[in-house]
């Protein structure tokens, strides 16, 4: 007789429960390889504060250690956890916070360190979005 399926989301490679929410989005970020020092563009598809699916034709060897530049977070390390055609899964060695990577560069709180004058230009820049206008 078949066990009915958990509704919790499983990881097909050792049918373990997750335990981070994945968000899906289209990023590209940068993936090297230290050991080689081969590095190349990918694009990101599931990011979670655990690890991340990227999708490009390289060739990984599942448990390689890489290190992957993303928008906002920098460059991060981790392993190599499943290779699959033309998508690999990234293991991170340290939880990240994957709403950052969706924040737009220079948004978010007002800076203290940013000088005075640079602050102002930002919000003037902020006010002077007028709607557009019929010619």
């Not at 049918?15 to 289209?26: A, C, H, I, Y």
């Not at 392993?79 to 055609?85: G, L, T």
């Not at 899964?89 to 007002?110: S, T, W």
Request: net charge positive; charged share 25%; aromatic share 6%.
């Amino acid at each position: 007789m078949n066990k009915p399926v958990d509704l919790i989301e499983t990881d097909s490679a050792q049918g373990k429960p997750r335990s981070q929410d994945r968000n899906s989005l289209f990023l590209k970020a940068v993936l090297r390889f230290p050991t080689s020092g081969a590095q190349g563009e990918v694009r990101v598809r599931n990011l979670s504060s655990g690890g991340l699916m990227a999708e490009a034709p390289l060739q990984a060897a599942r448990g390689e250690v890489v290190e992957i530049n993303l928008k906002n977070l920098g460059w991060i390390t981790g392993k190599v956890a499943w290779v699959a055609e033309s998508r690999c899964g990234i293991a991170f060695d340290y939880p990240v916070d994957p709403r950052a990577a969706r924040q737009q560069i220079g948004c978010g709180n007002i800076d203290e360190t940013m000088p005075l004058y640079l602050r102002k230009l930002n919000n003037q820049a902020a006010m002077s979005k007028a709607p557009l206008r019929r010619i």
